[in-house]
């Protein structure tokens, strides 16, 4: 299979999880598709916080309430980029995010992954990754 071949069925595959809404579950985590439902303070402390964000785009500038709210409302309907919520099984909280975006005209995706600081340590990022390439 080509790289190319490779970011059109991933396109397509974000394509279908997002109409089915699939939700992933694993031992320590359940990931939901990032919705408004997610949209804490808690959230945005997250992408405010230069530690946390030391590796990710987001720790670029500072996020309002009102710019997760419009990222939450972009990734829904981005063809190239897929943003789950994780959900932890132990308390029912979330504690990050992790998404896939694809760049067919790089034939490459990417995997990203935001977690809390309260959630670190406890194999959440590795579960997450993991059940998204099962995907």
């Known amino acids: 299979m080509s790289s190319k071949t490779l970011t059109v069925d991933l396109t397509q595959k974000i394509a279908e999880i997002k109409s089915q809404n699939n939700t992933l579950r694993g031992q320590k985590i359940i990931l939901e598709l990032l919705s408004q439902k997610y949209l804490s303070d808690e959230y945005v402390s997250w992408l405010n ?56 005209q790089n034939n490459s995706a990417e995997i990203a992954i935001l977690i809390g600081k309260n959630a670190w340590g406890k194999g959440i990022g590795t579960e997450g990754a993991r059940a998204l390439f099962e995907i």
Request: proline share 4%; aromatic share 8%.
């Open 49 to 104: 916080d230069p530690v946390v964000c030391r590796y990710n785009s987001h720790g670029k500038s500072v996020y309002t309430s009102q710019e997760a709210s419009t990222y939450i409302k972009q990734s829904k309907i981005a063809s190239n980029l897929v943003v789950y919520a994780i959900i932890s099984t132990e308390n029912s909280k979330h504690v990050g995010n992790i998404s896939l975006t694809v760049s067919p």
